[in-house]
């Protein structure tokens, strides 16, 4: 009797489950799992650091490397393989994932395969990023299925795109390894942040649309909706890790400070008291309407993540006022921009169940007003007080940075477009 109850569960979560993956009693959701991490070669860090999680289908989030482990324990073997599906089920799998939008929180069962460099270059304008390809700018997309003929639509590949951002830029992220601090340093956020610029190139290089424009509109585009992505994701995860029910107000800076609504102030030994309190000074009204106008207005909508997904797929192919692209992208846009539509449409229709959207739908909308009125007034500060001489920002940030002052502004479309407190 034992023996037919231990047949009859997965050996890895203990789901009553009568499959049969990679040479063991497994479901279907521990063999995708193992079928990911051995094709993506990733690497992941215990949770609790303490590598004997519990390992349980009734366990809402189990710790991703203790269930890898349990998979090698158990014995769940691979192999290199041309083809990506070994065992008959695979491919239900893969057909029935597409029937419900994907998710950028948890890893998606699409294996999309990347062949393109990257490199992060300032210019004096603005934090651009170049991508060069061993192949003419050509991005290689696989479906995991060869055998079955698979369409995803520009929102699931961007939902891939930013869950594997989201993946990237957070994956130390904890409550417990966040510090809510009223002062913090210039130098380590700046570097946060131009990390978060190189895996943004990094998603938008899985989408096949973006990577199908001419090298000079994928750079203007990225130019132009960089910093808008930064300050919406920071928000976003803010307050996905500290609950859109919680009262209090916290923004992350990185992934190891965050301020309260007591704002921060800077603490770079190379500042002056007054340079500190110049900072304050010039982006205080900035800060106040982050706060206001974005953090507090999307912590009550509470965004999931498809909804997160076509906010960034909304500022990204938003074009048509942008002069130097050319008409055959800003056509694109306008494709693009319908299709995201629909899309959001069929979401709300078929997974939520929600009849009339109009009034959400509009108040994300405004969220991204928000963000490029939050963007126009960084640069208007920056620009303002550089002209009237009231106070070089550029020039203090780049002796904090010890770069050279010329191309600063650029990098202040990146810094300055997040959620910096500063006093």
Partial sequence: MSVTKNADVCLVCSTPTTGFHFQINSCRACSAFWRRSQQGERKYRCRRNSKNCEVHYSIKNVC????????????????????????SSDGEENSSSMKSPLSVNSIPS?????????????????????????????????????????????????????????????????IDKVEITRKFTFRKYAFFTETCCNEFSKALAISPQYCSLPPSDKAIIFKNVWSIIHSIERVYTSIKLYGAQNPDIVILFNNCQASSDDFAYLDDKELSTKDKEDFYNLFLPANKFLVSSMYLPMKELNIDEIEFSFL??????SIQGIEQIGTETKEL?????RALNNEIHSYYSFAKKIDNYAHRLAEII????????????????????????????????????????????????VIFSSNLYIK
């Fill in 312 to 317: 960034i797929g909304y500022a990204l192919w």
């Fill in 64 to 87: 991703r490397y203790c269930r890898f482990e349990k998979c090698k324990r158990v014995g769940m073997k691979w192999k290199n393989q041309e083809k990506h599906f070994s065992d």
């Fill in 333 to 337: 846009g306008k494709k693009l921009i």
């Fill in 110 to 174: 699409t294996t999309i395969k990347q062949e393109v460099s990257f490199s992060s270059n300032v210019s004096d304008d603005t934090a651009a990023t170049t991508m060069s390809s061993s192949s003419s700018n050509n991005i290689f997309v696989n479906a995991i299925s060869k055998s079955t003929s698979l369409y995803y639509t520009p929102l699931q590949y961007l939902s891939y795109g930013i869950g594997c951002y989201l993946s990237n830029i957070n994956k130390d992220l904890s």
């Fill in 366 to 413: 405004n969220l991204l007003a928000a963000t490029v009125k939050y963007r126009d007034m960084k640069r208007e500060i920056v620009l303002t007080s550089k002209i009237f001489n009231v106070f070089d920002v550029c020039k203090v940030a780049a002796d904090v940075m010890k770069r050279d002052p010329k191309g600063m502004h650029g990098i202040f479309d």
